[in-house]
């Protein structure tokens, strides 16, 4: 698989976003979610991406035991956030609030570094920014486990322009990561210039747009009791049928060129610049190797036009009230 480039680091094309192998996502496999990072190896995919919130705690660690023996080969990338004093390997509700202080941040990277059974981590995000902290903070903390060689890049995830601006100031920001896709396109406005601007890279999480870009639903009641998608904005009521049409569009879009829906969307954001990385995630092989193909997927000018001019605008907000508050800020 070709590679590309985040600023100053270099990772696959694509790279595997691996929440959903232990939280949010309904019911898991560890076995297979072990071999699907392994597989992905083989496919040339290097670029992880983990985070203490994840499980929480116990996505790291599923990681760590993925790439145990051949960890030089993948770049590892996690995040912090929430503090994680009492939390519960499992059990979301023990969860404390977003802290960004420079305490925080330099108490959560040992512990990533023990669950990830690794002496540095290649990318460290701030998950969510703490409004109640300043970013210089935050960020001149991260620039310290730089320094220490804990951390060999920093980033931050849904960072709103003047946020970037601010922290880049402090230390080369060398990824920003936000959801991003064919129904998720608000960083074309101001979050994508502002990267290209200072010469950062975008990495797109939620490509396939939780899986519903690429037809695997048809009712929310298809989805796990414990799947937060049946509690998402876009996947109830009239959006969801609202959003039925989008997805309906790219497969018609993705029959005339005979690949999948999830390949067409993976091309899609692939096309949308060299430094734009998407993160599609999976818990499975068969869905990790028809993702890994997107990368030979070559959509020309009349093609991504046709898209723009043709596919309808998804209808709801990405998150519930409370997870629109954490973003952009």
């Known amino acids: 698989m070709n590679h590309r480039k985040l600023a100053r680091i270099e990772v696959s094309a694509l790279g595997l976003g691996c929440m959903g192998m232990s939280a949010f996502y309904g019911s898991t496999d560890e076995g297979e979610a072990i071999a699907t990072i392994q597989r992905a190896l083989e496919l040339g995919i290097t670029f992880l991406d983990t985070a203490q919130l994840y499980g929480p705690l116990t996505n790291e660690e599923l990681v760590g035991k993925a790439i145990k023996g051949r960890r030089d080969e993948y770049v590892i ?98 990824a920003v990561q936000t959801e991003y896709s064919l129904w998720t396109r608000d960083p074309e406005q101001e979050v994508i210039p502002t990267c290209r601007e200072l010469g950062i890279g975008f990495v797109s999480y939620s490509p396939l747009g939780r899986g519903f870009l690429s037809g695997r639903f048809s009712s929310p009641e298809e989805l796990d009791e414990n799947d937060f998608r049946r509690h998402n904005p876009r996947f109830t009521g009239e ?13 018609e879009l993705a029959r ?23 993160i599609p995630g999976t818990k499975r092989r068969t869905y990790l190797e028809q993702n890994a193909a ?30 629109m508050a954490a973003v952009n800020l």
């Open 77 to 174: 990338a996690t995040k912090f956030a929430r503090r994680m004093d009492n939390a519960t390997p499992g059990d979301m509700s023990t969860l404390g609030p977003l802290d960004g202080s420079a305490e925080h941040v330099k108490a959560s990277i040992d512990g990533s570094l023990q669950r990830l059974g690794t002496d540095h981590v290649d990318l460290y995000y701030q998950h969510r920014v703490d409004p109640n902290v300043p970013i210089e903070e935050t960020v001149g903390a991260m620039a310290e486990l730089v320094q220490q060689g804990k951390v060999r890049h920093i980033g931050l995830s849904e960072a709103a322009p003047e946020t970037i601006r601010r922290a880049h100031a402090v230390h080369p920001i060398t």
């Open 256 to 278: 005339e060129k005979a690949i999948t829906q999830a390949q067409l969307a993976l091309a899609w954001v692939l096309a949308q610049g060299e430094d734009i990385v998407p």
């Open 239 to 251: 959006n969801f049928e609202a959003n039925k049409k989008l997805a309906e569009k790219i497969q």
């Open 294 to 323: 997107a990368a030979d997927v070559e959509l020309s000018q009349d093609d991504l036009d046709r898209i723009d001019a043709e596919l309808p605008k998804a209808q709801g907000a990405r998150y519930d009230e409370s997870g």
